[in-house]
């Protein structure tokens, strides 16, 4: 081992000690000493921290999917969820199969309506806005506001919005109908929404769009979970990339549970 490695390995060993004694790494420890770390290294201190901090206890919630539309004006390259308009029996669940869905899910003990959907469709597909004018709405997130509200009143279930990016004023829109909110970072890294990357042709996927979501939620006090995708073509140096900038974002808003 060369001297500059066996300093490597002195500050990381130092590193991790002070991680276990409830030390967070800072940024630029984390980007120097961690990309390349050996997993061996990492697990048992990954072990102590999350024993340390939840015990053994592993906590769900009960809930019941609602994918109110399959349409999204995303493309990602992963995405198992979205579908194109031919392929889908409606572009929209009606009001009373989301009914049908949420007392089912209640049926079930469910306490949570989880809303799955696309990200904003009617900027993409004809067909979204089509359905969505014979509904009475312009726009996808005012019929989730109806969806969650109808959720809300006629049934048990706690609505727990997966919507998109959203600005603020249509965060502020769904807090009164949303005992929570959703929103994964995925990445991030610019370079995935580059030509050739999985987010390419995906404007919701822009690492800034999302941070902003995230950032405007905590400062509505909404409480949102978050967290980051693995194996979508990332390195490892931009997964760390990713979950700090969920720590700051977390550190800055107070409100997003990763
Ligand atoms: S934004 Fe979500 S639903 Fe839309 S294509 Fe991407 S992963 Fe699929």
Redesign the pocket.
């Known amino acids: 081992m060369s001297r500059r490695e066996t300093e490597a390995s002195s500050r990381l060993t130092r590193l991790l000690a002070d991680s276990v004694r409830g030390n967070r790494p800072t940024a630029a420890e984390t980007l120097s000493l961690l990309p390349h770390a050996p997993l061996a290294a990492l697990q048992p201190v990954a072990e102590a921290l999350a024993l340390a901090g939840h015990g053994r206890a592993i906590s769900f919630s009960r809930k019941v999917f609602i994918p109110l539309t399959?349409l999204?004006?995303?493309?990602?390259h992963?995405?198992?969820?979205?579908k194109a308009p031919r392929r889908l029996p409606a572009p929209y669940l009606a009001l009373d199969e989301v009914l049908d869905l949420a007392h089912a899910g209640a049926g079930q003990s469910c306490k949570e309506a989880l809303f799955?959907?696309?990200?904003k469709p009617e900027l993409r597909h004809a067909a979204a806005r089509d359905a969505l004018a014979r509904l009475g709405y312009a726009r996808t997130v005012e019929y989730l506001e109806a969806a969650a509200r109808a959720v809300l009143r006629e049934t048990t279930l706690l609505p727990h919005l997966n919507a998109?990016v959203l600005d603020e004023d249509d965060l502020r829109r769904l807090r009164p109908v949303a005992a929570s909110m959703g929103l994964m970072l995925?990445s991030a890294s610019d370079r995935l929404c580059a030509r050739g990357g999985p987010?390419y042709g995906?404007p919701?996927?822009r690492p800034a769009v999302r941070l902003a979501t995230l950032r405007n939620a905590g400062r509505l006090a909404i409480p949102v979970t978050s967290g980051i995708l693995i194996g979508i073509g990332e390195t490892r140096r931009e997964r760390l990339e990713t979950l700090l900038a969920l720590r700051t974002s977390t550190t800055s808003s107070g409100t997003c549970r990763t």
Do not use: I
Request: aromatic share 10%; charged share 30%; proline share 0%.
């Open positions: 399959q999204c004006r995303d493309v990602c992963y995405c198992t969820f979205a799955t959907l696309g990200d998109g995925e987010h995906s919701d996927k």
